[in-house]
């Protein structure tokens, strides 16, 4: 994205959080209360239909966007309003939504040389 991004350009994406992978449980398929998978070393996850999924501690994620030439301007931990409903998670993940972000928000602009 920063190769197409004209200087001042943002890029704006929402993503799963870090802490969401550290508290998913494959067996279970879904967050629980409790620590289960390493924080340093996380990068890809291929899941058991062949999917295939990214994610970066907070460090690296910021690195990155440096390397790239952007600049984090935000970082928005999303949570869901105490009785919202949701879509696609059961009530139970709603409810640890509340407690620990599953989605965040990230905004970085690329780095006006001029």
Excluded at 79 to 93: I, L, M, N
Aim: hydrophobic residues 40%.
């Amino acid at each position: 994205m920063a190769r197409v991004l004209r200087p001042g350009g943002v890029l704006a994406f929402s993503h799963t959080t870090p802490i969401l992978w550290l508290c998913f449980d494959d067996e279970q398929d879904r967050a629980v209360e409790r620590l289960c998978m390493d924080y340093f070393g996380m990068h890809r996850y291929e899941e058991a239909d062949g999917a295939i999924q990214f994610q970066l501690p907070y460090g690296e994620w910021i690195r990155l966007f440096r390397r790239s030439g952007l600049v984090v301007e935000d970082l928005i931990e999303l949570r869901p309003p105490e009785g919202a409903d949701s879509t696609y998670v059961s009530p139970d993940q709603t409810a640890w939504a509340r407690r620990w972000p599953m989605e965040q928000i990230w905004k970085a602009r690329k780095w006006n040389w001029n």
